[in-house]
């Protein structure tokens, strides 16, 4: 077997449909298996995909009767995989291309080969910017405060790569997780993801770790696929538990990474920034003359005073070696 492609499902059955579809029609020669991990969807997912798999033994399930996030639910299926790599994939993605490429890629890569990120498209077939630099705390700050006021800084535009033109392979500092392959072997080796994120980062830290170990993370232009974004959540647009899971997962890895004294650093200044951005949304939505935009900053005085009450939740202790490993999760 060439390849185990595991996609996540949380209450996305259409669009895991249009998915497994996409990739029964791309062409793709290699043996693969598919290995669906749903986490305890509500939305018929289930029973349509026992259907699925009875009638496709290319297909296998996984039922979770929780939700315990993307990295957690991606940890349970890995027990099954049989195939040389493993592709995380998003259900929220239309295949393109014949997935062969991706794998050639890693093939040529070698022993050295330790993750590899395919193109990603959004929509409109413009480049997603799924390969970063790594992160660093003025990386991290600017993106939780410049960022959520609608500053783009040129910190955050160097580090995503957003000037490059993703025409050729290059190696990276971290690869999105909603489409990343990895040799089965690196992971028995350096764990799954850690349970202890349950959403954002915890791609970044398998490739952190990845590169730990000693191998590398790099970016492919091959085998296009178009990325919905966002559509496993079923939320439109920033939401308090999106943006509070956000920066909790961002403290732990930074603290994991960069070390405790970094990670205090950024709770301070995010927390004094979303504080002065909270105060002013707030006078914004008691004065400002027009009826839109007064609800629009106590909406956004909302989402901050829910996050930064997230942010008073202690960080979970870091992940042991017992924890990561496959089938613990």
Same mark, same amino acid.
């Given at each position: 077997?060439?390849?185990? @492609?595991?996609?996540?499902?949380?209450?996305?059955?259409?669009?895991?449909?249009?998915?497994?579809?996409?990739?029964?029609?791309?062409?793709?020669?290699?043996?693969?298996?598919?290995?669906?991990?749903?986490?305890?969807?509500?939305?018929?997912?289930?029973?349509?995909?026992?259907?699925?798999?009875?009638?496709?033994?290319?297909?296998? &399930?996984?039922?979770?009767?929780?939700?315990?996030?993307?990295?957690?639910?991606?940890?349970?299926?890995?027990?099954?995989?049989?195939?040389?790599?493993?592709?995380?994939?998003?259900?929220?993605?239309?295949?393109?291309?014949?997935?062969?490429?991706?794998?050639?890629?890693?093939?040529?890569?070698?022993?050295? &080969?330790?993750?590899?990120?395919?193109?990603?498209?959004?929509?409109?077939?413009?480049?997603? *910017?799924? &390969?970063?630099?790594?992160?660093?705390?003025?990386?991290?700050?600017?993106?939780?405060?410049?960022?959520?006021?609608?500053?783009?800084?040129?910190?955050?535009?160097?580090?995503?790569?957003?000037?490059?033109?993703?025409?050729?392979?290059?190696?990276?500092?971290?690869?999105?997780?909603?489409?990343?392959?990895?040799?089965?072997?690196?992971?028995?080796?350096?764990?799954?993801?850690?349970?202890?994120?349950?959403?954002?980062?915890?791609?970044?830290?398998?490739?952190?770790?990845?590169?730990? /170990?000693?191998?590398? @993370?790099?970016?492919?232009?091959?085998?296009?696929?178009?990325?919905?974004?966002?559509?496993?959540?079923?939320?439109?647009?920033?939401?308090?538990? %999106?943006?509070?899971?956000?920066?909790?997962?961002?403290?732990?890895?930074?603290?994991?990474?960069?070390?405790?004294?970094?990670?205090?650093?950024?709770?301070?200044?995010?927390?004094?920034?979303?504080? *002065?951005?909270?105060?002013?949304? %707030?006078?914004?939505?008691?004065?400002?003359?027009?009826?839109?935009?007064? /609800?629009?900053?106590?909406?956004?005085?909302?989402?901050?005073?829910? /996050?930064?009450?997230?942010?008073?939740?202690?960080?979970?202790?870091?992940?042991?070696? /017992?924890?990561?490993?496959? %089938?613990?999760?």
């Amino acid at each position: 077997m060439d390849l185990s @492609i595991v996609i996540v499902n949380w209450n996305s059955r259409e669009l895991l449909e249009q998915c497994l579809r996409s990739l029964a029609a791309s062409g793709t020669r290699l043996r693969y298996e598919v290995i669906v991990s749903d986490n305890g969807s509500t939305d018929g997912s289930r029973e349509w995909l026992a259907m699925v798999a009875q009638a496709n033994p290319q297909v296998q &399930c996984v039922f979770n009767d929780d939700n315990p996030g993307f990295g957690v639910g991606n940890n349970r299926a890995l027990p099954f995989v049989r195939g040389r790599y493993v592709l995380f994939l998003n259900a929220d993605t239309i295949i393109q291309e014949p997935l062969d490429a991706l794998v050639g890629a890693a093939d040529a890569i070698g022993p050295a &080969c330790g993750a590899v990120g395919g193109l990603v498209l959004n929509p409109d077939k413009t480049i997603q *910017l799924s &390969c970063r630099e790594r992160f660093t705390l003025p990386v991290l700050i600017a993106s939780y405060t410049l960022a959520f006021a609608g500053v783009r800084a040129g910190v955050i535009r160097r580090q995503q790569l957003a000037d490059w033109d993703h025409t050729t392979m290059r190696d990276v500092g971290t690869l999105s997780g909603c489409y990343l392959l990895v040799p089965t072997h690196v992971l028995h080796e350096v764990g799954g993801f850690d349970p202890q994120i349950f959403l954002y980062f915890e791609d970044t830290d398998l490739c952190y770790r990845i590169r730990r /170990a000693g191998y590398r @993370i790099t970016y492919a232009p091959v085998s296009a696929i178009i990325h919905l974004e966002g559509g496993a959540s079923r939320d439109k647009g920033v939401t308090v538990r %999106g943006l509070g899971s956000s920066i909790q997962s961002a403290r732990y890895f930074t603290r994991t990474y960069l070390g405790a004294g970094q990670e205090r650093i950024l709770t301070v200044t995010v927390w004094l920034a979303w504080m *002065l951005m909270w105060l002013v949304f %707030g006078l914004m939505g008691l004065i400002w003359p027009q009826a839109g935009p007064r /609800a629009k900053a106590r909406q956004r005085a909302k989402l901050l005073s829910g /996050a930064l009450a997230m942010m008073r939740r202690p960080l979970p202790p870091p992940a042991t070696e /017992a924890t990561l490993a496959l %089938g613990r999760a």
